[in-house]
């Protein structure tokens, strides 16, 4: 306490003690003026300092609630922003956003629909022109018994002429003129539409399923962990384009061969790449979920024709599956075999090749056939193009490839061989 305070409540004391005796020589009445003045500029300054810490704590408490507030809602945004939202769904509170969907169709009225097991709804997507509408239905009666969803891309723009088929109804008709299956998957088959689905056949129209089994194959593929996979070729039958994909009688599955596959290549129990294993041929691929997912982000949005794709596919199996290793997740399947009868639809007549047996052309009504006749008129020479446009893919899509792993540092082929290693 200072000195001045000190005698101002010493002057307040005396004043209030009539026994005091005065200690200097001033007047008491002078004295008792200048004791008051003092003890009410002392009163005053303890008030002032008094309230002034009360002002200045009440500020603090206030600035350090301000600040905890602030870098609460700065962690929570932070938090927030390291949450997977889907693009465009910021604004939306995530309880209310659905980010994936199916293929399945609603009633209009009644009781809501019971949504079927995940585990077990699996999509058969194929690419058809009515002159093969006999064969599309035998194959979508034995996967529909199976409990199938069924997408069919119509190619030659005909619908109408498929309603009298007992499915059809239960089908997802696609229509687009002279477009391929590759084109429909890119723009109808995204991966967030198609999540519902374990497996995702998408599937040429010329085959033979006499000797295939859908249930079978599905719990092969299951047992032996094949994220993509296909049912080998009878090789007796069919058009064979590549010697992986032709059956081996003696097993179940195979996931490489070992013979020369022309060109003086040779596969061999060392070879680890597409052609001789990791590979399935694009008529009738089987994906999986995950592998689709990365499968679909690969098919070029101008490159209807998918060539070149089916050598990449490994990377899908690695990068989505997360399996790792194209030469065990990627294989044929024996025991289910098919026919590929390798008709050219797309761009030209299939006069000059063997159609197969029982096929449904004569069952074309005349104005379907008039249909066709008329957009495909104008082709004289369609399928030649076809054949020559799928080349310039194939080397427009490596050469894409070749520049994308060239631009990306980021990127590690996990495929990539040691610098000593030699071709297959």
């Excluded at 020589?25 to 003045?37: D, G, I, N």
């Excluded at 104008?378 to 446009?389: C, E, F, I, L, N």
């Excluded at 082929?413 to 071709?423: A, E, I, L, W």
Aim: net charge positive; aromatic share 10%.
């Amino acid at each position: 306490m200072s000195s001045r305070a000190f005698r101002c409540i010493r002057c307040c004391l005396e004043i209030r003690d009539t026994r005091e005796i005065a200690l200097t020589v001033e007047p008491r009445r002078q004295r008792t003026f200048r004791c008051r003045v003092l003890c009410m500029l002392f009163l005053l300054s303890a008030g002032f300092f008094i309230g002034s810490a009360f002002v200045v704590t009440d500020y603090k408490e206030r600035f350090l609630s301000r600040g905890f507030t602030d870098a609460m809602q700065n962690t929570r945004l932070k938090t927030c922003e390291t949450q997977c939202r889907p693009q465009g769904s910021k604004s939306l509170p995530k309880g209310i956003v659905s980010k994936t969907s199916d293929l399945e169709m609603r009633t209009l009225w009644g009781p809501l629909d019971k949504k079927k097991s995940k585990s077990s709804m699996n999509l058969l997507a194929i690419a058809a022109g009515i002159k093969q509408k006999e064969s599309v239905n035998k194959i979508v009666t034995k996967f529909l018994s199976s409990d199938f969803v069924v997408m069919l891309f119509h190619y030659d723009g005909i619908v109408d002429d498929w309603r009298d088929l007992d499915w059809s109804d239960r089908a997802i008709h696609v229509s687009a003129v002279n477009q391929t299956k590759w084109w429909f998957a890119k723009r109808f088959l995204h991966p967030d539409i198609v999540s519902e689905y374990a497996y995702i056949f998408l599937w040429d129209e010329d085959l033979g399923i006499e000797n295939f089994n859908v249930g079978r194959y599905l719990k092969i593929i299951k047992e032996e962990g094949l994220e993509i996979s296909q049912p080998a070729l009878d090789p007796n039958i069919s058009e064979v384009h590549h010697h992986l994909t032709a059956r081996d009688s003696r097993s179940k599955v195979h996931r490489k061969i070992n013979k020369l596959i022309g060109g003086g290549r040779k596969c061999d129990a060392n070879s680890t790449e597409p052609p001789c294993t990791g590979w399935v041929e694009m008529m009738a691929p089987v994906f999986s979920r995950a592998s689709w997912h990365c499968a679909w982000h690969m098919i070029q949005n101008d490159l209807v024709h998918a060539w070149g794709l089916d050598f990449q596919l490994g990377y899908s199996n690695f990068l989505c599956a997360k399996q790792g290793d194209r030469t065990k997740n990627i294989g044929i399947v024996d025991s289910e075999y098919i026919i590929h009868y390798g008709l050219p639809t797309l761009g030209g007549s299939v006069a000059n090749k063997t159609e197969e047996p029982n096929q449904a052309t004569h069952d074309m009504s005349s104005h379907s056939s008039e249909k066709l006749e008329g957009s495909l008129s104008h082709q004289s020479d369609g399928r030649t193009g076809v054949r020559k446009r799928s080349f310039v893919e194939l080397e427009i899509f490596k050469n894409r490839w070749k520049k994308a792993v060239k631009e990306d540092y980021c990127w590690i082929d996990p495929y990539q061989k040691p610098h000593h290693q030699g071709k297959s």
